[in-house]
């Protein structure tokens, strides 16, 4: 079984800086794709951020240029940086991988538990 456990999140004023971090544990042959997603009180879960394991990175419009996602593969950690937070960026951070357990594995989706984010105003 793969575990996904989140930290980071907390209390910040606009303007302010958090980072998230998700650790992967269990069989894991490799992370095909990590993501960071959040929802919001009354909307749907969004996609923040992803990369993939070669590299590729992808960003909602609404961030870029104020958060950036990196990974360490030699700890199956992947990190949210998130600087200039406004308000809006208020939800539940949501870690999400896709993961092979072996090397002949089909990729399988996991979830992490979530972290609150609150940017006052």
């Known amino acids: 079984q793969v575990k996904l456990v989140e930290s980071g999140g907390g209390l910040v004023q606009a303007g302010g800086s958090l980072r998230l971090s998700c650790a992967a544990s269990g069989r894991i042959f490799t992370i095909d794709v990590a993501g960071w997603y959040r929802q919001a009180p009354g909307k749907q879960r969004e996609l923040v951020a992803a990369i993939i394991s070669g590299g590729s990175i992808n960003y909602v419009d609404s961030v870029k240029g104020r958060f950036t996602i990196s990974r360490d593969n030699a700890k199956n950690t992947v990190y949210l940086q998130m600087n200039s937070l406004k308000p809006e960026d208020t939800a539940v951070y949501y870690c999400?991988?896709?993961?092979?357990?072996?090397?002949?594995?089909?990729?399988?989706?996991?979830w992490g538990q979530g972290t609150q984010v609150t940017v006052s105003s």
């Open positions: 999400a991988a896709s993961v092979r357990r072996w090397v002949s594995d089909s990729v399988q989706d996991y």
